[in-house]
């Protein structure tokens, strides 16, 4: 089985499972910080995929949110997000997904994200282009600001929170349209899809953008931290994660523009 579909298979899987939940009452949950939850989906979605990559590609590094990391000698790295927007997934707001990526080293190789509720599939491979449902997709190419719709979204650290609200306040006293959705990936993707020109975020969770932002880039857009430079949370030489690397991803006609205000 190809890496492409045994990513699909994995987040297609936990999807049906997620709808199954959605159904039910999901207003049990617990605490993981003062700013994060999780529910039984979350769990639930994250054994259904692990199982499938350690049963299929056993020789990989795994990195999950829930369950952390599995750290093997590898330089191939899967970054699983079982449930981003949990909250949403809690109070019944539809917009939540699954972001499966695959990296070789500190690159991006397949980037996945599945809204099951929406039955949105967006995938993405190195040099392969961009798909939702199969279709090509490409970022807008919207280059004005105040024609374009901003998303952000932000890390768990107060500093985070308070460079999310002062960009906020920012662009809207700008009269720039700004919203936060509630789940990172369906905000990448959607940047990816043109229905968005970009997304901000402070302090970003590998696991929340490691699909996405291929998604982004073989869509045609940019990605890079605050202060330019490529996006990356992988050492090339120690390997190590790094947990809040801050993300600016666009259509790339935008880019500069936004940059500026966050250098």
Known sequence: MTSRLLAILAVKKAGTYLRQEFKR?????????????????????????????????????????????YDYNSNWLWVVDPLDGTTNFRVHNPLFSISLALYHIDKPMLGVVYAPYLD?????EKGKGATLNGKRIHVSKTSELKKS???????????????AVELYRYFKMKSVDMRQMG??????????TGRTESIVIPGTHPWDAAAG??????????????????????DKKTRKIRMNADLLATNGKIHQKILQHLK
């Open 25 to 69: 009452d999901a207003k049990s949950f617990v605490l993981k910080s003062a700013h994060e939850i999780v529910t039984r989906a979350d769990k639930g979605a994250e054994k259904i995929i692990l199982t499938l990559l350690k049963k299929h590609s056993t020789n990989a590094r795994i990195l999950s949110e829930e369950a952390g990391l």
């Open 120 to 124: 949105e599939l967006f995938v993405a």
């Open 149 to 163: 719709f901003l998303t952000y979204c932000y890390g768990t650290h107060p500093k985070h929170m308070r460079m």
């Open 183 to 192: 789940s990172a990936a369906v905000e990448l993707a959607w940047v990816a």
């Open 213 to 234: 932002v291929l998604l982004v880039t073989e869509a045609g857009g940019k990605t890079t931290d605050f202060s330019g430079k490529p996006w990356r949370f992988v």
